[in-house]
Nanobody, 120 residues
Framework: VQLQASGGGLVQAGGSLRLSCAASGRTFSSIAMAWFRQAPGKAREFVANIIWDGRSTYYADSVKGRFTISRDNAKNTVYLQMNSLKPEDTAVYYC??????????????WGQGTLVTVSS
């Protein structure tokens, strides 16, 4: 699997963005997907994940109720809808494929990252 993230940009606080992660490869529909983010000077952190069939999702407390992860296995794409954005959501967002859960080491394929900047 190879991953290509897109959809980042500059948005005002309270606004919305939708990130997309397009995957190549035949195994996409059988693997868990996740979004992580890394703010300047900080460690990469878990944002959300979704299991292979989309029936179960899990979110970091910091984004719960504001972000929604989803996937379309027919299009080999996973999405992150981000609403009510805050300046502290500013980061490079990475999509990842792997075994699931919230730990970085559970994911062995990473996209290149897309920058989200939220202005106050």
């Amino acid at each position: 699997v190879q991953l290509q993230a897109s959809g980042g940009g500059l948005v005002q606080a309270g606004g919305s963005l939708r990130l997309s992660c397009a995957a190549s490869g035949r195994t996409f529909s059988s693997i868990a997907m996740a979004w992580f983010r890394q703010a300047p000077g900080k460690a990469r952190e878990f944002v959300a994940n979704i299991i292979w069939d989309g029936r179960s999702t899990y979110y970091a407390d910091s984004v719960k109720g504001r972000f929604t992860i989803s996937r379309d296995n027919a299009k080999n794409t996973v999405y992150l809808q981000m609403n009510s954005l805050k300046p502290e959501d500013t980061a490079v967002y990475y999509c990842a494929a792997g075994h699931g859960g919230s730990f970085l080491n559970n994911y062995n394929v990473w996209g290149q990252g897309t920058l989200v900047t939220v202005s106050s």
